[in-house]
Nanobody
Framework: QVQLVESGGGLVQGGGSLRLSCAAS????????MGWFRQAPGKEREFVAA????????YYQDRVKGRFTISRDTAKNTVYLQMNSLKPEDTAVYYC???????????????????WGQGTQVTVSS
């Protein structure tokens, strides 16, 4: 069974950047699509970005397009989320998860993903 561990969160000023990492242990991620999600206080968890197993296909939430970039390093068994031009509304706990059926497609539900990590806090000050 795969375990996912997120890291790289922290406190940053608006307009700043952070890079989140999602490291996997137990099993390789090489053939599995992966996703990043976030949950702000008092709000439901929401989709942020996803990447296919090959890394050739990516999807983003409209509010992060052009600012966030999802990528993966197969050799390191790690998925990344580069976040630039951060805004206070990006403040949330960020989670990574693995696509249960291995694929990604527009309109996927949270229930299409599993093996959730524990999350990493991102706080953006104004």
């Amino acid at each position: 069974q795969v375990q996912l561990v997120e890291s790289g969160g922290g406190l940053v000023q608006g307009g700043g950047s952070l890079r989140l990492s999602c490291a996997a242990s137990g099993r390789t991620l090489s053939s599995r699509a992966m996703g990043w999600f976030r949950q702000a206080p008092g709000k439901e968890r929401e989709f942020v970005a996803a990447i296919s197993g090959s890394g050739s296909i990516t999807y983003y939430q409209d509010r992060v397009k052009g600012r966030f970039t999802i990528s993966r390093d197969t050799a390191k068994n790690t998925v990344y989320l580069q976040m630039n031009s951060l805004k206070p509304e990006d403040t949330a706990v960020y989670y990574c998860a693995r696509s249960i059926d291995g694929s990604i497609r527009p309109g996927q539900e949270l229930t299409d993903f599993g093996s959730w990590g524990q999350g990493t806090q991102v706080t953006v000050s104004s």
